[in-house]
């Protein structure tokens, strides 16, 4: 019981709410698009109101079906999957999935995918009126379907689709989800931004394959898939680095930083490197309760490094005292 | 990463994270992990304030060292396994899972031993539902598909039903049940062969591809002549059938033709188990949808379906 005292009173005393353009989230932690379903399936495991925020699924116009399986194969720290972006479609999101989420009693940022700007277009002017939806996220960085990567991976498509949600996006908090299958990132990022994005999330899953040499066919029937999991933190802690040196900084945007993050460890890596904010996705599956830990680690590192508020940590990196003396 | 002592291993939970409803992250014990056969292993997990289950469903276990920071080693994605059973005492409950050790994840987990933490999220999924109707169960089972089907068969007698299963493998030393010395398995005579289903009261008809125990034939084949000589009991049977997809489908197909109510248990690539990750899609009929079908989940719409719902191609 005293234990439990100063704990509370040690939490009251260090801030983890931070800023995602004109939303204020209580702390830092979210789930990420695609592996938490549309609100209240890990409910029977944690409390959801101790997340930052909630984002769904995509959602796209019309109902989508999705990718003949095999859908996902397990790789080397991580997984592959082609899902193929199967969701209910509009009308049954704002009917059916919507007045779940609005009782989450967690902000819920609604992921959004399409195949043209009207898409897209038709999905956030439905949305953005509606109290239950605190934030749109652009997918436009999804590798399993057929042209879903030409706006992630366009700058100048980007600019132009970025631009024009922009217009109809008047509530709701816009993120852009960036896709790491890039030359160069920080030119996407800088063309979000540009055109009028208030936050980057990045970065969605890296196009991988593997081979069932036995038949000598692919594993999933999509061909390629997207890779998650800890086998590519490294790779994304890297481009979250050079887009908040690079864009993010310089513009004052927030990032939402994810990729294989599974403990407090790895969450206050891409703080440092330079997230506001940081995604739980695949290790939902292994345990859904990793939001919690994450939040409970993040807590005590903070305590222990004498920060009073998280937003201490963001792009904190310091230069490595370890450098061969010069000559 | 540090490996911590196993007395302070608590991925059971999170803090703060609450265990309510029918389904719970639990950090089970290791009671036996003992081979059956020469894939199959049998491994019992005890597990404190296991929500209520019944056969049918499944556990995702974590084939990995579960750990301060999370989990490490082993298997990344958790493996879904059947519960083969399941008993309590008090706020104690035992599991028994049989499995194949072939990857990583299963290799894993044949090498825990008594008193070995092991990460068990569930119970999930949908049970075998149990006809009210039908005092007759015909249990339809090849190799790995067996454990929902042992549960089932307690379950069955507990109710007062009458029950014969069909048991394959590839071979004798495949087959993951454990004989009952000095009982002859004869052709495709129903014997109480087998401890699992025996002890329940259970006769069980063998096949195996080889003809090296029982007939050498597949499954279905049998339970389709067996069918021919009990037709005047067909108005009273229900067909539960868990093994690989050709002999569920097979005797789907049985089921079907003869109008007998048929649930099959069906197995998918997963990873979630929970209704999130949606890799695990069956195809199932359905007049509204687009071309006349749309993808269930194993996970949650299942893993039991009837089999006339079922798309099979």
Redesign the interface.
């Known amino acids: 019981m005293l234990q439990a005292m100063n704990e509370s009173q040690v939490a009251a005393q260090i801030d983890l709410s931070v800023r995602l353009g004109r939303l204020t989230l209580k702390n830092p932690v979210l789930t990420v698009s695609?592996?938490?379903?549309y609100g209240d399936?890990?409910?029977?495991?944690?409390?959801l109101r101790?997340l930052g925020a909630f984002t769904t699924?995509s959602v796209t116009v019309k109902e989508r079906?999705?990718n003949a399986?095999?859908?996902?194969?397990?790789t080397a720290?991580?997984?592959l999957?082609a899902?193929g972006l199967?969701n209910v479609g509009l009308d049954r999101f704002v009917a059916e999935k919507l007045p779940v989420l609005s009782r989450l009693g967690v902000p819920a940022i609604v992921n959004v995918a399409g195949h043209s700007i009207d898409d897209y277009l038709a999905v956030c002017a439905r949305l953005d009126p509606l109290d239950a939806v605190a934030g749109l996220e652009l997918n436009v960085s999804c590798p399993n379907v057929c042209d879903g990567l030409i706006f992630g991976t366009d700058p100048k498509a980007l600019a132009e689709l970025v631009k024009q949600v922009r217009a109809v996006v008047k509530r709701a908090v816009l993120i852009v989800k960036l896709s790491p299958n890039v030359t160069d990132i920080t030119a996407t990022a800088r063309s979000a931004v540009d055109s009028g994005a208030d936050c980057l999330s990045m970065i969605n899953t890296f196009v991988g394959m593997a081979i069932n040499v036995e038949r000598q066919e692919p594993v999933l029937a999509n061909l390629t898939g997207g890779l998650s999991?800890?086998a590519i933190k490294p790779l994304a802690l890297n481009l979250v680095y050079k887009v908040y040196q690079a864009v993010a900084k310089p513009a004052g945007i927030p990032i939402i930083g994810m990729g294989g993050i599974?403990?407090?460890?790895d969450a206050v890596e891409f703080l440092l490197a330079g997230a506001t904010a940081v995604g739980i996705g695949?290790?939902?599956?292994?345990?859904?309760?990793?939001p919690?830990?994450v939040?409970?680690g993040l807590e005590d590192y903070l305590r222990r490094h004498n920060l009073k508020s998280v937003r201490e940590l963001t792009g904190r990196l310091r230069p490595n005292r370890n450098e061969p003396p010069a000559g | 990463m540090e490996r911590m002592e196993k007395d302070d291993v608590v991925t059971g939970a999170a803090p703060g994270s609450q265990v309510s409803g029918s389904r719970g992250l639990f950090l089970s014990r290791v009671v036996r992990n003992e081979p059956l056969c020469r894939e199959h292993f049998r491994l019992v997990l005890e597990v404190d304030d296991f929500p209520p289950a019944a056969p049918g469903q499944f556990v995702q276990i974590l084939c990995a060292e579960p750990n301060e920071l999370g989990w490490t080693q082993g298997a990344f994605i958790r493996r879904p396994f059947s519960i083969g059973g399941l008993r309590r005492g008090g706020r104690r409950c035992e599991l028994d899972i049989l499995y194949r050790a072939l990857g990583t994840g299963t290799r894993w987990l044949s090498r825990q031993r008594k008193g070995e933490p092991v990460s068990v999220l569930g119970p999930l999924g949908r049970p075998f539902e149990i006809h009210a109707d039908r005092e007759i169960a015909w249990l339809v089972g090849g190799g790995i598909g067996l454990p929902p089907l042992i549960w089932l068969a307690q379950t069955l007698s507990a109710a007062g039903r009458r029950a014969v299963a069909f048991c394959g493998a590839r071979s004798a030393d495949f087959m993951p049940l454990t004989r009952v010395a000095g009982v002859e398995i004869v052709g495709e005579q129903p014997v109480l062969a087998f401890e699992e289903f025996a002890s329940v009261g259970v006769p069980v008809i063998t096949a195996t591809d080889d003809g090296s125990l029982g007939a050498a034939a597949r499954v279905p084949d049998v339970f389709a002549r067996y069918l021919d000589q009990h037709a005047g009991q067909i108005s009273s049977a229900a067909i539960y059938a868990c093994g690989p997809e050709p002999m569920i489908r097979a005797t789907a197909q049985i089921g079907l033709a003869h109008g007998i109510p048929t649930a099959v248990c069906l197995e998918r690539v997963m990873a979630c188990g929970m209704g999130t990750c949606q890799s695990c899609v069956v195809r199932v009929h359905d007049a509204a949808a687009e071309e006349g079908w749309r993808y269930r989940l194993c996970c949650t719409d299942g893993p039991v379906f009837d089999a006339r719902e079922v798309v099979w191609d």
Do not use: H, S
């Open positions: 695609g592996t938490c379903g399936e890990y409910a029977p495991f944690m409390d101790r699924k079906k999705g399986p095999q859908r996902i194969v397990e720290g991580g997984m999957n899902i199967a999991g800890p599974q403990n407090w460890r695949t290790a939902l599956f292994i345990d859904p309760t990793t919690l830990r939040l409970a």
